[in-house]
């Protein structure tokens, strides 16, 4: 076989998610060809599909040093750079394609990306509209448009994207799934049937058949047919399942060294450093009322929401974390040392962000397994713990879709049991030794005590009272881009405590064996 052929099937290999064997073939085909620009340049993007973002950056680097005027291998890179919150590195290279062919459609579709991770809505939505006006019947685009509106509170004109998607082609599984996160379907949302019938298609994939049954049980749940949501999401878990590769003997590792390295551990030498700016750490459980405290919080005059952000997480993970273990010597250095790597990191991602507030808050639900190095690194912080009822929040994880690879956890009832009751057993243990560092507040408390949890939120935030906050759903300048985005928008409504009893019998056998109910 020639060596066009080989690369035809390497990149079809690519497609079909093969990256391992993409690999593997690539590196014996290097052996023999070390002059071939593009060669490197697969093997970086199989190599930045799993994730192993160092790797796919050296062979970006040896694909442009061997083709210098290949722009795909610059977005390429660019795009590695975004995975490792390089921003400023990635947009500088966006901006150099872009001075180069105004017309390159990946780099005008990956500097919208990165401009909606930025917050800057309004360049992305500009940029995502420059591209379409080159391939105006591209649906990826048109969709990622949607999105943007999605997260801004724009419901209708995503809305109107969505529909004009599915008239185009009404097998369109993402628009279908992308129309049940913003719609009611007790409304009646036409696009119901639509996916029922797509559903019999015994050619949909295994991944297009979970996101379509997730939908449809949405669909049925806002019915209140919990016997049929049940089985949709029953049936769409089990599906999802089989795709991810989640073990929680990882996280379980992780957890247990974080535990060991903080059990005896003395926060009066803390490492800090000049960055004076407020932050608000929210966190807790997905699905545990993060997002409604995010929004009540940044509908302050004061106070910016950035949303999820993963700065922190990279930051530790990147210097701190091998093999799921906490690597205490290099903590034990960079406390001895004269800089604050996470801090001054942090900060330098955080500037990158579309934003001048006073008080940021960074919602990350799950930086609940880091908070000792919250109280390690930074000066000016609050940690907010956000708490719900247990089954409430199992239900809200087992029934939603998630995008982040962080969640594959939800797809198993049984891993559910085992996540739950580690972050509850990992919570215990960062109140043991922080104390009044971490200030809980109860979901099903915000709900039905509004304004004078409200006042006790902002006094622990030592905020001054504002009314906006009790008018939160009414924000336009809130960014939302979880599972929550049309929820949030709403007026807070208590249909969603004690939702648990609505799939008791199909759930309870779980329910027991959660430590704390």
């Known amino acids: 076989m020639d060596l066009k052929k080989k690369v035809d099937q ?5 497609k079909l998610g093969k990256f391992s064997k993409v690999i593997s073939d690539t590196e014996k085909l290097l052996k023999k060809n070390q002059d071939k620009g593009y060669l490197f340049n697969i093997c970086g993007l199989a190599h930045q599909r799993l994730n192993n973002i160092e790797t796919s950056i050296n062979y970006f680097n040896k694909a442009i040093t061997l083709e210098p005027k290949n722009l795909g291998h610059k977005n390429n890179l660019a795009n590695s750079f975004i995975s490792q919150c390089r921003y400023k590195e990635a947009e500088d290279i966006f901006k150099k394609i872009l001075a180069l062919d105004s017309g390159n459609t990946p780099a005008l579709v990956n500097y919208a990306r990165l401009k909606n991770i930025l917050l800057d809505f309004k360049k992305s939505i500009n940029l995502y509209e420059n591209a379409l006006k080159l391939i105006k019947n591209d649906l990826g685009i048109w969709l990622n448009l949607g999105s943007v509106y999605q997260s801004i509170g724009e419901f209708s004109k995503a809305n109107n994207i969505f529909d004009n998607i599915l008239k185009v082609k009404p097998n369109f599984v993402p628009a279908h799934v992308s129309i049940s996160k913003v719609n009611d379907y007790n409304e009646n949302k036409s696009n119901l049937s639509l996916m029922l019938n797509l559903n019999k298609n015994n050619n949909l994939g295994k991944k297009a058949k979970s996101d379509l049954e997730f939908a449809i049980g949405k669909a049925y749940d806002d019915q209140k047919n919990y016997e049929l949501s049940i089985k949709y999401f029953e049936s769409a878990n089990k599906k999802r399942k089989e795709l991810v590769n989640y073990n929680f003997k990882s996280d379980d590792k992780l957890f247990k060294s974080i535990k060991d390295y903080f059990q005896n551990f003395e926060f009066n030498n803390t490492k800090k450093n000049k960055n004076s700016e407020k932050i ?3 966190v807790g459980l997905p699905r545990s009322g993060t997002t409604l405290l995010e929004q009540i919080l940044s509908a302050h005059n004061q106070v910016f929401g950035a949303g999820e952000l993963d700065f922190l997480r990279q930051i530790i993970n990147e210097n701190f974390v091998q093999d799921d273990k906490l690597l205490p010597q290099k903590i034990n250095e960079f406390r001895k040392s004269n800089n604050n790597l996470v801090n001054d990191k942090y900060f330098s991602y955080l500037k990158n962000l579309n934003n001048d507030s006073i008080v940021t808050i960074d919602k990350g639900p ?8 919250i109280k390690l690194f930074f000066n000016n912080v609050k940690v907010i713990h956000s708490k719900r009822n247990m089954k409430d929040t199992f239900l809200s994880n087992y029934k939603n879709n998630f995008a982040s690879t962080d969640m594959d956890w939800t797809y198993d009832p049984s891993e559910i049991i085992k ?5 509850y057993d990992q919570m215990n243990f960062w109140k043991k030794i922080c104390g009044d560092f971490i200030y809980d507040v109860d979901y099903e408390s915000i709900v039905n005590k509004n304004e004078s949890e409200i006042r006790k939120l902002l006094n622990f935030c030592e905020l001054d009272w504002d009314e906006n906050c009790l008018k939160h759903h009414q924000s336009k300048e809130t960014i939302i881009k979880t599972v929550s985005a049309y929820q949030a928008r709403k007026p807070i409504y208590k249909t969603s ?6 799939y008791m019998q199909s759930l309870e056998k779980y329910f027991k064996q959660l430590d704390y109910k």
Not at 10 to 14: A, C, P, S, V
Not at 366 to 373: M, S, Y
Not at 419 to 423: E, L, P
């Open 10 to 14: 390497l990149l079809q290999e690519l």
């Open 280 to 282: 608000i750490f929210i």
């Open 366 to 373: 799950q930086n609940f397994i880091w908070i000792g190095f």
């Open 419 to 423: 996540y739950f009751n580690s972050y």
């Open 497 to 502: 405590i004690n939702s648990n009893k609505h």
